[in-house]
Structure formats: structure tokens, C-alpha cells
């Protein structure tokens, strides 16, 4: 004879055996795993997606940057202690131009804006540096943009082959590396110029003087600085991505 524990340990195999063929227990359970194996599949899914989204908004947010400071006049504010008639209240000194601000009477404040042209021998050497870097990483910024938004569209239309190892991601990343590191040269030589107090041989159609009591830095420097940054993030953001197994499953935005 069996004892009564070997009983209970039968009759505890059948309930579970029972249980196990329960058809709404069954049910119940396929819908829980169901819905795990949902969410784990969003969540994976989610990843890429985001990460391009984040990629693409830190591109196009860099690019703009990057383009509005160049042709903001807010890269140098150059202030005087006692503004005179010979000198104005404050000179913003940009890339591409000049804004001098006069104090007429005691209130009212007049703007005169200078361009600069090839032409003008007055300019130092770091603005035309700056110049061409900012131009080439507006250039670069566009064209990282682009290849953001047509490489996720070009992995999901089924154009990558099987086989093919190459990553459409690395390019807009290598380029934005390329500009952050060109719209950081331009803000270095605009920094080390303001520490030093570099004045500027500015004709005497400007009516300013050529150095400046005080010299701070303007707003357009600072878009450039994080402009600068957003891009080395973007870069290595688009650099870091690796390419799912089967394409043709890859949830893109």
C-alpha cells in the first residue's frame, strides 16, 4: 500500500495536471503571454525609432542654429563706459556685419548696420576663418539632415540588401561631426578674441572706435556654441546605431 503522502502527491500532480487543461486558464494565460511579448515588441521597436527621431531633431536643430547665428551681428558686443559724441553707446560686431548703436538725446538710441564685402581689408583674420567654416557647416548641417530622414526610409522600402553591411547612418553622422567640429574652430577664435580684447581696424565711415572698453560675448556666439554641441551629439548618436537583422521588421518613424 501506498502511504498518504505518496496519495496527496498524486492527487496534487492531478490538479495541476487539471489546471493545466483548463481551457479558460489556458486562454488566460496565451492572452497574458500575448501581451507580454506585445509590449516587450513595442518596446524594442520604440528603441530605433526614438533614437532616429532624437538624431533627426538634434540635426535640424543644429543646422538652424548654425545657420541663424551666421547671419546674426551678435557675435561680439563691444561696450564703452562714456559714450561721447565721438563714440557710440555699443557696437555689435558679427560675421558677415556691423551694428553700431548711437545715443541721440537722452532717450533716443539709433542703429546703423555696415556689411562687410571680399573687399574689405579692415576684417581680421578670424572672421574670414570663421566665415568659410560657418558656410561649410551650414552646407554639411543640410546634407546631414537629409540623409537622416532618407536613411531610416531607405532601410524599410527594402533597398538594403541582405547582405549588405554598409550603414546609411554613418554618413549624416560623420558630417555632423565634421560640422561641430568646424563651428567649434569659428567660436574658439571668436572666444580667445574677446578674452584678449582684439579690436578691429574699422574705417572711419563706421564712426566707432577700434577697441573697446568692454568686450562680452553676444548671442550668436552662443547659438553657434550649442549648435556646435547638438551636432558632436548627433553624430555620435548616428555613429553608435547598428543595423537591426531583418530589415524588413525594423520600426522606423
Known amino acids: 500500500m501506498r502511504g498518504k503522502e505518496e496519495i496527496l502527491k498524486e492527487e496534487g500532480s492531478r490538479v495541476v495536471v487539471a489546471h493545466a487543461f483548463n481551457p479558460s486558464t489556458r486562454e488566460a494565460e ?3 503571454s500575448l501581451c507580454l511579448v506585445f509590449s516587450v515588441t513595442i518596446v524594442m521597436a ?3 525609432a526614438s533614437w532616429q527621431l532624437g538624431d533627426f531633431a538634434l540635426t535640424t536643430l543644429a543646422w538652424i542654429l548654425c545657420s541663424v547665428s551666421m547671419c546674426l551681428s551678435q557675435w561680439r558686443v ?3 563706459r562714456e559714450p561721447m559724441d565721438s563714440k557710440p553707446r ?3 560686431v558679427g560675421l558677415w556685419k556691423t551694428c553700431i548703436y548711437h545715443q541721440e538725446g537722452n532717450s533716443n538710441i539709433s542703429k546703423v548696420c555696415y556689411k562687410y564685402n571680399y573687399q574689405d581689408s579692415f576684417i581680421p583674420l578670424d572672421i574670414r ?3 568659410h567654416l560657418l558656410l561649410i557647416s551650414s552646407f554639411l548641417g543640410m546634407i546631414a539632415t537629409v540623409t537622416v530622414i532618407a536613411a531610416p526610409w531607405k532601410i524599410s522600402s527594402g533597398r538594403r540588401r541582405k547582405k549588405d553591411t554598409y550603414n546609411p547612418f554613418i554618413l549624416p553622422g560623420i558630417l555632423n561631426i565634421i560640422a561641430s567640429s568646424f563651428v567649434f574652430l569659428s567660436t574658439l577664435f571668436n572666444y580667445l578674441s574677446i578674452i584678449r580684447n582684439d579690436g578691429i581696424d574699422f574705417p572711419p565711415s563706421f564712426h566707432t572706435p577700434s577697441f573697446p ?3 562680452k560675448v553676444g548671442t550668436a556666439l552662443a547659438m553657434a556654441t550649442l549648435s556646435s554641441f547638438l551636432s558632436l551629439v548627433g553624430g555620435i548618436i548616428s555613429l553608435s546605431f547598428t543595423l537591426p537583422q531583418h530589415s ?3 520600426s522606423v518613424i
Open 78 to 80: 563691444w561696450c564703452f
Open 90 to 92: 555699443m557696437t555689435l
Open 30 to 32: 496565451a492572452g497574458g
Open 129 to 131: 576663418v570663421a566665415q
Open 46 to 48: 520604440s528603441r530605433p
Open 213 to 215: 572698453d568692454i568686450q
Open 248 to 250: 524588413g521588421k525594423y
